[in-house]
């Protein structure tokens, strides 16, 4: 498609749609728990849809209306053996969160993917799973289809994770809830708890003391109802936007701001960007997000901060072109391991455009700032990737940005263009 270039003065509210971590944890919870869960603000994208198709798949009822859905649970126990395989599609959330999950179940399951989740690592979630006796397995031991093997057993482990992963520590917690004995996850980095906290949420009992989780199973967990918030990583988009085009101001209300995903905040305010959060509601962990266009300078994303924006680099990346001075990105190795090898794909897609950003082993140098030009570029099928290119082409003065492959938004954010047509004007 063709994106829109050369804009200032992006002026106006935008509501980002619903967090996607906590929407496929609150269908995943609902199935296993007991009485009606009830979804206030389910994201309806591609990925979070994967995840209610499987569970539909697995004979839970889910009534699904918009951003609103009802799931009824019974328990893992109810599970009904599927027919044939399920096609989870892009999501590696899905996959990964429900091997763990399904590891202690009743029924026999094979997950397969898209191209993109035939090459992302499994083996991260079956190695500690198989410690805990699930019969988890794929052909070469690695990538998907994943074959799960119900009626097992399964026991606790203390398990020291070699990645910092919010996916893996979920799948172990998850299979956890389902063992006999005590499952303990130390966590190499903290990374989002939103499972922890839907565990509590949902009646369960956990400990966590810093990067050590501890809970004991098996657990029931009771019904409940979840607000979803929107999606910080979704509300990057616009709040890079707002920060790198001239005389804008973006709002941002109702955005989650768990404090194991706001590593974006502090990094555009280490690089003097003009961010404030009002309206902070702590209950539900969310906030109003205003930016104004700022002078940026260049700053070091590295360590504990970076599971904090692991989604968000890519973005952050293009607003490193926009600063003055050289920004590094490191420890951010498990950039290869997304939809793409976002450390490569970021580099050369917005080079394509006049950034000039170098690869490294485990992140990226940006030397800012930099004018972009018009280019053909590619989402390569990533949806952040996308989202990204569409936002670094507002910058572009003359000519035509074409991007390919442009309906890969859709994993996560299907109004994406819609919203930010909206803010300036235009109706695509
Ligand atoms: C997610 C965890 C992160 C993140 C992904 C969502 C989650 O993945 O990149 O988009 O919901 O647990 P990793 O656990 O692989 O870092």
Redesign the pocket.
């Known amino acids: 498609m063709k994106l829109l270039i050369n804009q200032k003065k992006l002026q106006g509210h935008v509501y980002v749609p619903g967090d996607?971590?906590i929407s496929?944890?609150s269908i995943m919870f609902g199935a296993i728990a007991h009485g009606q869960t009830r979804v206030k603000g389910f994201l309806e994208a591609e990925d979070c849809l994967s995840t209610l198709h499987l569970f539909r798949s697995l004979g839970v009822e889910i009534v699904h209306e918009g951003t609103d859905v009802l799931v009824n649970g019974c328990g893992i126990e109810s599970f009904k053996q599927p027919k044939v395989p399920i096609d989870i599609g892009n999501s590696?959330?899905t996959i990964?969160?429900a091997t763990g999950l399904l590891a202690g179940g009743p029924v026999d399951v094979t997950l397969y993917g898209d191209a993109s989740i035939a090459k992302r690592p499994m083996g991260r979630v079956l190695t500690p799973l198989k410690e805990m006796n699930a019969s988890v397995s794929t052909q070469d031991g690695n990538y998907a289809p994943i074959h799960i093997k119900g009626n097992q057993t399964l026991t606790g482990i203390r398990y020291q994770m070699p990645v910092?992963?919010?996916?893996?520590?979920?799948a172990l917690l998850l299979a956890g809830l389902h063992a006999k004995g005590e499952t303990t996850v130390i966590e190499k980095e903290k990374?989002?708890d939103?499972?922890e906290d839907m565990i509590k949420q949902f009646g369960g009992k956990l400990e966590v003391t810093g990067k050590v989780i501890r809970l004991k199973g098996p657990q029931r967990l009771i019904a409940q109802t979840v607000v979803v918030p929107g999606d910080i990583?979704s509300a990057a988009f616009f709040m890079v936007a707002g920060l790198i085009t001239k005389e804008s101001q973006i709002v941002l209300p109702n955005v989650g701001i768990s404090a194991t995903r706001t590593g974006i905040i502090d990094v555009i305010r280490q690089m003097n960007g003009h961010l404030t959060i009002t309206n902070e509601d702590k209950l539900n962990k969310s906030a109003t997000l205003t930016v104004t266009n700022s002078s940026l300078k260049a700053t070091t994303v590295e360590g504990k901060l970076i599971?904090r924006l692991?989604?968000e680099l890519p973005i952050i990346a293009l607003l490193a072109t926009q600063a003055s001075g050289t920004t590094v990105i490191r420890n951010a190795e498990?950039l290869k391991?997304?939809e793409t090898n976002r450390i490569d794909v970021t580099a050369s897609e917005l080079n394509k455009m006049g950034a000039n950003i170098e690869t490294t082993s485990d992140g990226l140098i940006i030397h800012g700032p930099t004018p972009l030009h018009a280019a053909v570029v590619d989402s390569h099928g990533d949806h952040r990737i996308g989202m990204m290119l569409a936002i670094a082409s507002l910058l572009v003065e003359t000519g035509q940005v074409e991007l390919k492959n442009s309906e890969a938004v859709a994993v996560s954010y299907p109004r994406f263009f819609e919203d930010l047509a909206s803010l300036i004007g235009e109706k695509q």
Request: positive net charge.
């Open positions: 996607k971590s496929h944890r590696g959330t990964r969160l910092a992963s919010a996916q893996v520590k979920s990374t989002r939103h499972t990583s599971p692991i989604d498990e391991v997304k």
